[in-house]
Every structure is written in C-alpha cells, then in structure tokens.
C-alpha cells in the first residue's frame, strides 16, 4: 500500500519543538516542568492510617521547660500537632537539681523541678519519653562536659548510686502519678554514648550503664519500658540487643537517630558546615535498614524509635529556617513507612541553648517554631498531618497521603520535594541563607472518586516559597536582629496557616471530584472536602 507523507501544521511542529526543547534540556542535565496524576477511591482502603510520626517530638533540654514561653510553645504545638510525647536532654544535670550527696556521701534526692515540668506535661496530655542523662557532678566520674550548659557526660563513679539514683526517681513516678501511666512511658538510657563529646566511656560501658539502669528500672515495675542505645548515625543496635540477650538484661525497644546531611554527628556550637545530602534515601534508609537488623536479631517484633531525626544536625542551619525543610519532612515519613514505631523531630522549638541563648531571631535553628512563636514552614508540615483522616486510602503517587474520614470527608496532602542544593562546594550555611525562588514544577492533576453525592467545603492550604514561609519574608526585610513587635505580628500573619482559598462545591451523582494545581519545587498542599 503506498502511504503519503503527512503535511505538517503548526500543532506538529508545536510539538517537535517542545520535545526538541525538553531533549536539550535532559542533555544538558537540566529540569523542567512535569505534570503529575493523582487517582485515589474512597472505595479503595490501605487501612487505618499510620500516625508515628505524631507519636513524639524533642525539645533541647529539661530546664528549659521551666520556661513560660517554652510551656506556651509545647501547648501551641500540642493543639496543632497533638504530639503524644517530648523527649529532652539534660532530666539529671545539675540545673534541675535532683541528686547530691551530704558529707558523708550519701545521696539525697530531689524531683522538685521534675514535677514541675512532668506535672505541666501531663496537664496538656503531652507523656514524657524519659530520656536519663546527663551525669549529675557529685554522681560523675569525670569534669567533661557538653554543651554550653555543661552536661557532664563522664561514667558514674559508682554505678551502685547510679542505679539507686534511677530506681528512686522511677518509684518517685509511680508514687506520684501511678504504675498505669507509669507503664506507657519510655525509658531511654542516655543519649549518643557512640559520640565522644556524649559518652567519655566506650561501648562496653554504656551496656554496663544501661544495664544497671534497666534492671533498676524493672526492679520497681516489669512492665515499665527501657531501651536504647540513643545512639548517632544509626549504630549499635545489633550490637545492643546482641549483649542484652546474651546477658539476661531487659529491653523493651530500640532508638537511634538521623540527620540528612553528609558528614559528621554532633556540631556542639553550631559552627560546622553542613552539606545536605544528595542520597535520595538520606534518613529513611537508615530507618528501613534499622528495621531490618531489628528483624534479623533475637528480639525481630523489637519497637524501633527513632528519638531524633531533621534534615540536619547543627543548631546553626538555614535549612530548618527554609521553605525547603517543609517537603523534606514529608519525603522522609513517607519514605520510611512503617519501618518505625516513631520519628520524633529535633525539636518544636529555638528556645534551645546548646550553643547558648541565640542572638538572631532566625539563625537556623532546629525547631518547628522561633523564639518568638512564628511558625516555620516545617510546622505547617506537621500541622497539615494533624489534619489527615483516620482511613488511609490506596494511592500510588509516592509524594503523598490520600484519608478519609468518619463523615464522608476526605483529605489530600501532597507535596514536591526536589533538592536544589548545588553540591559539596556550598554549604546549608551559604546556600540556604539567601532567597530561592522555586521553578515551576507542572501540574498536579487530582481525581478523587468515590464521594456522597452532595455539596462539600473544599479548603485549600500551601506551604512553599511566599507561602507560609516566614524565612523569606525575614530575608526580604533585611534580617534585622531583633524583630519589633509589628514585624513580629507581620511575620506571624504571613505564616498563619490560613486556607487560601475555601468554596463550596457540588459532587454530582457519579462521586468524582477533580482538580489543578500549579505544582512548584518544594510545594506542599492540603485539600480538604468536608460533606455538608
């Protein structure tokens, strides 16, 4: 059959010009604009949602919860996130004032501080993730300290007293607030005992710490909960189970941390700079493979909580500041699925004072909120969470989560993330610290079925560059030092929360809801259909 060449007309060469473009550009290395379908049923159920990432949150250390601005923030955060605990550092140093020793070197105990922050916890049904650190100066071995409120971080030099210490303050617990609120609190042993500038012991010392702890721990109550090792970068956790098994000693679950950045562990004054790592696997792989050598050990049905995770691991990094930390946090809790019983970020808030008190209102500091209470983008990520329903839906985009919930509702959170950063010749310190416009990403197309036929409230939420990201606004106003009261309010305003947009929508008789949206790097979105 003979066949004839077609004409071409201006849609054809339309066409040939974009997939020339699009080919130059992949050449080149470059990136462009990709549009992105999102199919989910209400008909069509995962199960009940996953919510580990609301089990815990951090804050920098116990004193600092004595604080009227600290307590304001963890209530604020409460009601937003509804966070279930709060793990700090620093429950035993010397500034809450629980352990001394009279002249003839008998111990005396005190929990007067204790009580005042556990007492305030538990008001606002937040439960503490016990963290037992650090050495008390008349308990400690050794002067090394930490950070610029000087933990000590030395062996006890008696672990007799230490573990009379522990047993006291648990039977303390259970005589004031009862062993059945007692039993679903976690114990953790120490924190990071494989960093020198934490532990000023080896391995073999820490198991000998955690041992005397947990056993005194059981001794009051065998069904309160203890683990460890709270370690940096993922470690000793076949080697934890390993010794607790092989010697009879009591453990409970698992916890270890992660930061997303490419080299180091610990940044004690902020002064390190940091490169975010290009693994597109950072954080979540170190989650999945915990897991992993949890199920290939003695104990394989072991809880694994990871009790610090960010993007970072140095108080002094514009990333947490950025719009950028937003989809991040979302990558990284999706990526790691269920592989853990919690992820508690590192921490709700910049009142925190490992480097000393901050001197910048924004200064990349790791929390979900400023010192003055503004809310960074990564609040809104947690906020938005908060706001998904109770029934999973199936859904195969990897870039979000589909719920529905009781009343015929139903919620979709869905996100870009694309790192930007330019590789290991800039710093997080360089890079983030300027205004990052966010190229065009395409279009999300959303369809979800299975929906009452009916009207509905359709609220729309986005977090990304100029939306809900206070940093930029503080960036564009010059970065002044001390922010004034109105620039205060201003910033609190931009990054308020608020829907931005909200209409009343009819879904006709074969339940189909449809829609657009304009999709940039690093954009979060939350649409929420509430039946009226």
């Not at 930390?325 to 919690?342: H, R, T, V």
């Not at 065009?440 to 100029?466: H, P, Q």
């Not at 205060?488 to 931005?500: D, E, H, Q, T």
Request: charge should be neutral; include cysteine.
């Amino acid at each position: 059959m003979l066949q004839t060449k077609p004409k071409l007309n201006y849609h054809s060469l339309t066409k040939i010009l974009i997939a020339t473009v699009v080919t130059l550009l992949l050449s080149a290395g470059g990136t462009y604009a990709q549009n992105r379908t999102i199919n989910v049923d209400l008909n069509k159920e995962k199960g009940a949602l996953n919510t580990q990432y609301k089990t815990c949150i951090g804050a920098g250390r116990a004193y600092e919860g004595l604080r009227a601005d600290w307590q304001q923030q963890l209530a604020y955060v409460k009601q937003e996130c509804d966070f279930k605990y709060i793990r700090m550092h620093g429950l035993l140093t010397d500034d809450m004032a629980v352990y001394h020793e009279d002249k003839n070197g008998n111990p005396e105990y005190n929990y007067q501080n204790i009580d005042a922050l556990y007492d305030y916890l538990l008001s606002i049904k937040v439960k503490p993730f016990v963290e037992l650190g650090f050495m008390p100066v008349q308990l400690a071995s050794g002067s090394k300290t930490i950070f610029w409120w000087r933990g000590n971080v030395t062996p006890p030099k008696d672990y007799n007293k230490w573990a009379g210490l522990i047993k006291n303050m648990t039977e303390h617990f259970t005589e004031r607030y009862g062993a059945e609120e007692v039993k679903t609190w976690y114990f953790e042993v120490w924190n990071e005992p494989n960093l020198d500038g934490f532990w000023a012991g080896s391995q073999e010392e820490y198991f000998k710490l955690y041992t005397y702890a947990a056993k005194a721990i059981k001794s009051v109550n065998k069904d309160y909960k203890v683990g460890g090792p709270a370690t940096a970068g993922a470690a000793w956790i076949p080697e934890t189970i390993a010794y607790c098994t092989k010697n009879n000693v009591p453990i409970d679950f698992a916890s270890t941390h992660s930061y997303g950045v490419k080299q180091g562990f610990l940044d004690e004054f902020g002064n390190s700079g940091t490169v975010l790592s290009k693994d597109p696997t950072a954080v979540s792989g170190d989650i999945i493979n915990s897991r992993k050598q949890i199920k290939e050990s003695a104990l394989p049905n072991l809880e694994l909580h990871y009790t610090e995770w960010s993007s970072s691991y140095t108080p002094a990094d514009p990333i947490h500041d950025s719009y950028h930390e937003a989809a991040y946090i979302l990558e990284k809790i999706k990526q790691s699925g269920d592989a853990p019983n919690s992820m508690s970020y590192w921490v709700f808030t910049d009142i925190f004072e490992e480097a000393g008190p901050r001197f910048k209102p924004f200064h990349g500091g790791f929390g979900l909120l400023n010192t003055q209470g503004i809310n960074k983008s990564a609040f809104h990520s947690y906020r938005l969470l908060n706001k998904l329903g109770n029934t999973e839906l199936a859904n195969s985009d990897t870039g979000s989560w589909a719920t529905k919930d009781a009343k015929g509702g139903a919620q979709l959170l869905l996100w870009d993330f694309t790192n930007t950063h330019p590789g290991d010749a800039v710093n997080n310190q360089v890079y983030y610290a300027q205004n990052l416009p966010a190229k065009d990403k395409g279009t999300a197309n959303i369809l979800i079925k299975g929906l009452a036929k009916g009207m509905y409230k359709l609220e729309v939420y986005k977090v990304g560059y100029n939306a809900n990201d206070p940093y930029t606004a503080y960036l564009q106003m010059g970065q002044p030092g001390n922010l004034t009261k109105d620039q205060v309010a201003k910033l609190k305003k931009i990054s308020n929360g608020a829907a931005i947009s909200s209409e009343s929508i009819k879904v006709k008789a074969d339940g189909t809801f449809t829609k657009q949206l304009p999709l940039r790097e690093n954009d979060v979105y939350f649409l929420n259909l509430v039946k009226e």
